[in-house]
């Protein structure tokens, strides 16, 4: 089946740093989302994307759309407290509706 | 969480019993989604349902998982004869329209059996 895998597998930072993770894929998908997940919470979408290139920001979060289709990045800018959790990119295929989510990121930020 | 009502949040069921899991959608919405999370894991997709209607359930296991989206009332994932196995976390999520529009995810149930 399709498999996403992130990268990297988890991370430490220092509040105020920069955070870059990916998200690739062996396999197109035509749509690619974002999420992070608190302990014993849902997923909550971070960001949305449709079109192969494209770049979408929310607040201090910016994602792009690979051209290949076949992966995406998520950067974080100037992390805060509250920045830390699961980080997932899920993909969707053309005219399919579940979701395959990645591996997941874990971030822990360091005050 | 995004409006998505999932109950109950916990539930411990022994081996051999029932479990019914609650998933009520977004207001507007009427796709629903479920979802199993495994500690440490990613989610996997189980069901996709319209109003009253499976419209995929590739990720159903064959035997002793049912899912039901009524015309009233909350969509029910149910998990008959359950097995230490069947212990996880469940999301429910909802969407508008189906396709790739976002979806919305509940917290989820996370069941536990003895």
């Known amino acids: 089946g399709q498999q996403l895998n992130q990268s990297p597998q988890s991370m430490f930072i220092q509040e105020g740093e920069d955070v870059s993770m990916n998200c690739t894929s062996s396999?197109?998908?035509?749509?690619w989302l974002w999420y992070k997940q608190d302990p014993g919470e849902g997923p909550v979408l971070l960001i949305a994307?449709?079109?192969?290139?494209e770049l979408t920001s929310n607040g201090r979060l910016t994602a792009q759309f690979g051209i290949t289709r076949k992966d995406s990045f998520l950067n974080i800018s100037a992390s805060i407290p509250s920045d830390v959790g699961i980080y997932f990119c899920?993909?969707?295929?053309?005219?399919?509706?579940?979701?395959?989510f990645g591996t997941g990121t874990q971030l822990k930020v360091e005050l | 969480n995004a409006g998505v009502m999932q109950n109950p949040r916990h539930l411990v069921r022994r081996r051999g019993q029932e479990a019914r899991l609650r998933c009520s959608p977004m207001?507007?919405?009427?796709?629903v989604y479920w979802y199993r999370q495994l500690p440490e894991e990613g989610l996997k997709f189980m069901v996709y349902?319209?109003?009253?209607?499976?419209?995929?359930e590739s990720g159903m296991p064959k035997e002793r998982f049912s899912a039901e989206f009524p015309k009233e009332g909350p969509s029910i994932l149910r998990i008959q004869q359950v097995v230490r196995g069947d212990s996880a976390a469940y999301f429910c999520?909802?969407?508008?329209?189906?396709?790739?529009?976002?979806?919305?995810f509940g917290d989820g149930t996370r069941l536990s059996i003895l």
């Open positions: 994307l449709y079109k192969a290139g």
């Open positions: 396999s197109i998908f035509n749509t």
């Open positions: 349902l319209q109003k009253e209607n499976i419209i995929d």
């Open positions: 999520a909802s969407s508008r329209q189906g396709g790739d529009q976002p979806q919305h």
């Open positions: 207001k507007g919405h009427s796709h």
């Open positions: 899920a993909g969707v295929t053309g005219g399919g509706n579940k979701l395959t």
